[in-house]
């Protein structure tokens, strides 16, 4: 059970150039979030899918864009790469039955954006 | 609108000590809290969870956090810290009227000192 996993791990791009964030999970859960992490700012929710083909905007949608194709895999697409899109991004996946299941987190893509 | 504040950027404590990281909410309606845990170059993983019930949760590796409705408050603790303790501690909040959104606190560093 690999649990969430995420590709690339880390990546350096240049200002305009685009890139996808590639988010697995083999548990079944229905529910999937994309986050990003800053210094002093916990996580925040840049969008989120609560089933297939299903997307929601979250905290901080601009820049970004998500697919849903499979229930396993949440893609995240940066269209045109800015330096405030420096940060690290984890994607999370949940159970779908309540409200107040735990998320259960990848271990990070880091992205500097130059 | 649903906040979380952790007003400690970090907490240093000697091994064998007890341990408190804060943590208080704001949320309409009854709130689901919950503790992640982050250690170096990882993404985020479930300590605990309050839903309903007894105050009192206990949760992974003998951490625990108190639920307090009258002060908005679910601070973690744990009786005796350990130096692999050391880590960012997130606390979070989603509201029991429905979404899927959890807002997450700027986290706060523990430091356990041998």
């Known amino acids: 059970n690999a649990g969430v996993t995420q590709t690339p791990k880390f990546r350096v791009l240049k200002t305009g150039q685009s890139m996808t964030l590639l988010c697995a999970q083999d548990?079944?859960?229905?529910?999937m979030y994309w986050y990003r992490q800053d210094p002093g700012m916990g996580l925040r929710l840049i969008h989120y899918?609560?089933?297939?083909?299903?997307?929601a905007k979250g905290e901080v949608p601009d820049g970004y864009n998500v697919s849903r194709l499979k229930k396993q895999n949440f893609l995240l697409g940066l269209e045109s790469a800015a330096p405030s899109q420096t940060s690290v991004y984890f994607c999370?996946?949940?159970?779908?039955?309540?409200?107040?299941?735990?998320?259960?987190f990848g271990p990070g893509t880091r992205l500097t954006v130059l | 609108a649903q906040s979380v504040a952790q007003p400690e950027d970090q907490v240093n404590v000697a091994e064998g000590n007890p341990l408190t990281v804060k943590c208080t909410y704001s949320v309409s309606g009854n709130p689901y809290l919950f503790w992640y845990v982050q250690y170096p170059n990882r993404g985020l993983q479930f300590l605990l969870k309050?839903?309903?019930?007894?105050?009192l949760v206990k949760g992974s590796y003998g951490f625990e956090a108190e639920f307090n409705k009258s002060q908005t408050s679910f601070h973690l603790k744990k009786p005796s810290a350990l130096v692999s303790d050391s880590a960012l501690y997130f606390c979070?909040?989603?509201?029991?009227?429905?979404?899927?959104?959890?807002?997450f606190g700027a986290g706060t560093r523990l430091f356990v000192k041998a």
């Open positions: 979070a909040v989603r509201a029991n009227t429905g979404g899927f959104k959890t807002i």
């Open positions: 899918s609560v089933g297939e083909g299903t997307t």
């Open positions: 548990m079944n859960h229905e529910y």
């Open positions: 999370a996946s949940s159970y779908r039955t309540t409200p107040n299941n735990e998320q259960f």
């Open positions: 309050y839903i309903t019930g007894d105050n």
